[in-house]
């Protein structure tokens, strides 16, 4: 059945394009109302890749600011309403919008809008996809706000306008030495570099988003280039991280268990060793002598791959999961273990933390999503309703409580995971009702956790320092999901939140965009006010999917 | 010895362990029928009739099954097993009896370790012209050749142990496509068989004259009851390390009345759905079902046919733990069977909740029997073994070193229509000692 539920503004494209396999459903329904799949995102028709390849998409939201663009002219843009003859790529745009009244300069020319001064003007940078069926129609419908999808398939980045609708992404970056496999964006980068590109060969570029957006090319331009052929570390990058703050450095997790802390404003060619890790199963922090050398320091982290990582939203905590199933919290300055613990079972796939920096998610090969509290140092509660593993978690920092009466008392959170049982899942977390009552543990139990004998896991207090082990089935209190929504004919891979939609992403590529109740239908008109806020406040930014989510 | 297992052997270089070997058994005919969709194989000795014939009848249809065996990967499987097993067994008996001091732990650990050598030495073969010995004695051949290797690596042709099974029974002697899981069942329910005898022959032999401590005590005061014991399905190593219990519990919904029936099971047979996880599959299989309508339950105590809820728990988690996927399943729509190629994630750990007992027993991967190829007819196995920390990979007579991230490329398929058809169908946990917080 192809449903076409939410046809009527005429943002349907994509599903109409695209078959909808039987089942199905380009909604999903919530106490507060309908999510209705808006469009899709996905990588060119015509683009080949390995089904079976070892890479996994993952999705990076990017807020583009306004800002002056990086000097570099970008030498055709003044001829940005024709397109690419190649198959699959789209051109990039650049457009003004008759708000800006900026004083920066622009370096490159817009085509279209009222005010199309020639310097002077800042304006957000928007981009359009130059599809030869909807040309310029297309763009009195487009909104300019400047967010942007960063996706990777194969061996391809691929960049796509979020509220666009033309599924075709707007822009491609080829690697050709190895397949990029993970990806971060800081909108808060001082000098230009602001997106981070993890390849499978453990090298690591950065380079301004913007910049790539100017370029026609299929290369990756402005680049620059760390662990250089695996250099420093040779194995696969996991996971990558701007440090919050952090004045442009940034944390790189690879597959053989370390982590690279980089500054994107040295050039790693001084010489950079480390010392060989004497016991692998200990955790140890190893600087460079040469202050000039990249990366300043490798963190040996535990055996087997560190899969993620995640910065709480002011910076001072670090989260990992990895292979050997444990979740490991440091307080990044001081580089000290604070707290951590085991899985049920098997390895842990993704984290999260919540806006308030209090509790952080985790998702793995047990079917479970975990919720761990800082202030417990202790899981808290388990999610069951994944049949397979959980891939992406993510607290939803835009949703409020409609019985919220605002004291703390009640606090209550919204979050989702993703699993490769291709199912969106949507959570409530009541704390008053399932994390008190565990604290003063009753043998009377509740009806929301299991019952079973009171157990010294709740009056156990845990040091600063130390890791639990794997709590038991019958000490963790479940949580049932309040929505089950099985998103895509994929096993899915990572999921965000945004203002106005929650997007979804499967392994192979392809990016699903739900609105949330009451924003579907009036779109257009929407997107002003959407605009204008963000305007006003502290612009979305996004990190990357499953691994950080800022509060807006 | 290959270019290939000397390549491997620099690859492996001080790493690998002394007294370890990377043995691989190359094909051989030794043919196995066809698995039956909905066959849940229990190595009750009372059902090998039947599965003989059931076998037969499998293999008739399956005649145009073609190509290698199965052998193989199960070998290669069972002998990383029963290698490690046999350490394993020694320790554990001597921590059972240090616990418990019971003359039965004892007896048995006696019993246990002497069919050990049985089934792996020569020697102790040669010295016991019974006849039922010879399967046994081709397979503890086998065995023995591969762990008395003086090279690290190498091919060992299982000739005769083939020529043996192919003797033995029928079904092996064509030249179909055999299913490794039914080969699987056949040789622990074989060797059970023959272990059983073995040791009963033993026991009429030893009882006028006692010989061994162990079994003087046990024919000591309690003469009867030891042989008793002898009479009741005998607890052989097979059983020590494989055998499970699992329990049927029926609640009738008149009366509330539990109705408990318990089950051996060597292995697990478990239905599969499309991008699902082990652990999804086992919930499956442990879930609650209601029988009504048609398929009431006669509630014993109510004296009618009943509306009922079932269940199945695993009363008595098994050492080693042998999922088996039914990845070959009869599809009544088109007549004939069809190979699932679904994509199921099995986790490199594996705790089973679905117990009785509270406790979680915690598993630990260490071998996966791959079927490549995209029907149910036709097609190759490969095994992925674990062996003191490397992930060995078994080709016919290639073994490769693989990195342990390489085990996910066999969960299967997320879309139907793909070129991948390297499926994991067999699974092997071991049990490790529970660290879990109580």
Redesign the interface.
Same mark, same amino acid.
């Given at each position: 059945m192809i449903n076409n539920n939410n046809n009527s503004n005429g943002m349907m494209s994509s599903s109409s394009t695209n078959p909808q396999l039987p089942g199905l459903k380009a909604y999903f329904k919530t106490p507060e109302g309908r999510y209705k799949l808006q469009y899709e995102k996905t990588h060119p028709a015509g683009f080949l890749h390995y089904?079976?390849s070892k890479t996994v998409t993952q999705l990076t939201l990017a807020h583009l600011k306004e800002k002056p663009a990086q000097s570099q002219p970008a030498p055709t843009s003044s001829s940005s309403s024709s397109y690419s003859a190649s198959s699959g790529v789209r051109l990039v745009a650049s457009k003004f919008l008759g708000a800006g009244n900026g004083s920066r300069t622009l370096s490159f020319v817009g085509i279209n809008g009222p005010s199309k001064a020639v310097a002077g003007t800042s304006s957000r940078i928007g981009s359009l996809g130059a599809s030869p069926s909807s040309n310029f129609p297309a763009i009195s419908n487009f909104d300019g706000k400047g967010t942007y999808l960063i996706f990777n398939v194969g061996d391809t980045i691929f960049i796509s306008d979020l509220n666009s609708q033309d599924k075709d992404p707007i822009k491609s970056i080829h690697f050709s030495n190895s397949n990029p496999v993970c990806h971060a964006f800081d909108p808060e980068a001082k000098d230009g570099h602001d997106l981070l590109i993890g390849l499978y060969s453990g090298d690591v570029y950065s380079v301004s988003l913007r910049q790539q957006l100017q370029d026609f090319g299929k290369r990756l331009v402005g680049a620059q280039h760390y662990n250089k052929d695996g250099f420093v570390n040779n194995s696969r990058c996991t996971s990558i991280a701007w440090v919050p703050e952090g004045d442009g450095t940034f944390v790189v997790a690879h597959?053989d268990g370390n982590l690279c802390v980089y500054e994107k404003n040295k050039d790693g060619a001084a010489d950079t060793s480390f010392p060989v890790i004497k016991d692998q199963t200990q955790f140890s922090v190893a600087h460079t002598r040469s202050s000039r050398s990249n990366p300043i320091a490798r963190w040996h982290i535990c055996q @087997?791959?560190v899969n993620c990582i995640a910065f709480s939203k002011d910076g001072t905590y670090l989260a990992t999961v990895g292979?050997d @199933?444990y979740l490991r919290v440091f307080d990044y300055s001081k580089e000290q273990l604070i707290c951590g613990g085991k899985s049920?079972? @098997?390895?842990l796939l993704c984290c999260a933390w919540s806006m308030d920096g209090k509790y952080i998610l985790t998702g793995g090969?047990? *079917?479970l999503v975990q919720v761990w509290s800082m202030d417990d140092r202790k899981v808290v509660a388990w999610g069951e309703g994944?049949?397979?593993?959980v891939s992406g978690v993510a607290f939803d920092s835009y949703w409020s409580s409609p019985t919220s009466d605002g004291t703390g008392e009640n606090v209550m959170y919204r979050f989702g995971s993703v699993g490769? *049982?291709?199912q969106l899942l949507l959570w409530d977390l009541v704390m008053d009702e399932i994390v008190v009552p565990l604290r003063r543990y009753s043998t009377g139990g509740s009806p929301t956790f299991s019952t @079973?004998s009171p157990?010294?896991?709740w009056d156990s207090i845990c040091p600063v320092g130390t890791l639990?082990? &794997?709590?038991?089935? %019958?000490?963790v209190p479940k949580l049932s999901p309040l929505v089950a929504h099985r998103a895509h &004919?994929?096993?899915l891979s990572g999921l965000t939140f945004t203002q106005e939609s929650v997007l979804t992403v499967c %392994?192979?590529g392809r990016v699903k965009i739900w609105m949330r109740p009451g924003h579907g239908e009036n779109h257009s008109s929407n997107s002003e006010t959407a605009l204008s806020t963000s305007l006003k406040e502290k612009p979305l930014l996004l990190g990357n999917v499953g691994s950080s989510i800022y509060k807006q | 010895m290959g270019a290939a297992g000397s390549k491997l052997e620099k690859a492996l270089g001080d790493q690998f362990p002394e007294g370890e070997r990377s043995i691989a058994v190359p094909p051989a005919r030794l043919k196995t029928s066809r698995e039956r969709e909905g066959r849940e194989r229990l190595a009750e000795k009372g059902e090998e009739e039947e599965e003989e014939a059931e076998g037969r009848a499998g293999a008739y249809e399956a005649a145009q099954f073609l190509e290698r065996t199965t052998l193989p990967p199960v070998l290669n499987s069972f002998n990383n097993t029963y290698i490690d097993h046999k350490c394993k067994i020694g320790v554990k008996g001597k921590k059972k009896e240090a616990f418990l001091g019971t003359e039965v732990v004892c007896f048995e650990k006696a019993k246990r370790n002497r069919s050990l050598e049985v089934a792996i030495t020569e020697d102790s073969v040669a010295c016991r012209p019974h006849k039922s010995c010879s399967r046994i004695h081709t397979f503890g051949v086998l065995c023995s050749e591969i762990s008395s290797q003086k090279k690290k690596t190498g091919v060992i042709a299982p000739k005769r142990f083939v020529q043996r099974v192919k003797k033995e029974n029928e079904l092996f002697r064509s030249y179909m496509h055999q299913d490794a899981h039914e080969f699987l069942n056949f040789l622990l329910n074989e060797l059970v068989d023959i272990l059983e005898k073995e040791s009963r022959a033993a026991a009429a032999k030893n009882s006028p004259e006692t010989s061994s401590p162990a079994e003087k005590t046990a024919n000591g005061p309690r003469n009867l009851q030891a042989n008793g014991v002898h009479r009741e399905p005998l607890v052989t190593w097979v059983h020590k390390n494989f055998q499970g219990i699992l329990t049927n519990e029926t609640r009738c919904l008149r009366c509330e009345t539990v109705t408990a029936r318990d089950e051996t099971f060597l292995d697990l047979s478990l239905d599969i759905?499309q991008?699902?996880?082990i652990?999804?599959c086992l919930?499956n299989f442990s879930s609650t079902e209601t029988l009504n309508a048609e398929d009431k339950f006669f509630c014993d105590k109510c004296c009618s046919l009943q509306e009922a809820q079932k269940r199945m728990k695993i009363k008595k988690p098994p050492q080693i733990l042998v999922i088996h996927l039914k990845r070959f399943k009869y599809i009544e729509q088109l007549g004939r069977y069809k190979k699932l190629s679904y994509?199921v994630?099995f986790?490199?750990?594996?705790?089973l /909740?679905n117990t009785v007992e509270?406790?979680?027993s915690?598993y630990s991967l260490f071998a996966v029997v791959v079927h490549v190829g995209s029907g149910p007819n036709h097609g190759h196995y490969v095994s992925l073994v674990k062996s003191h920390n490397h992930w060995l990979f078994f080709d016919d007579e290639n073994v490769e070193m693989i990195d342990? /991230?390489a085990v996910q490329?066999f969960f299967g398929?997320? +879309?139907e229509y793909?070129?991948?058809t390297d499926h994991g169908y067999i699974l092997f946990y071991e049990r490790v000692a529970t660290? /879990? +917080?109580?």
């Open positions: 089904t079976n597959a @087997g791959s292979r @199933g049920y079972y @098997g390895a090969e047990d *079917d994944h049949s397979s593993w490769q *049982d291709m @079973g157990s010294s896991y639990q082990p &794997a709590p038991s089935m %019958r000490n &004919a994929d096993p %392994r192979e | 759905e991008n699902s996880s652990t999804s919930k994509r994630v986790p490199l750990e594996l705790k /909740s509270d406790a979680d915690e342990e /991230s490329t398929s997320a +879309q793909t070129s991948n660290t /879990s +917080q109580t």
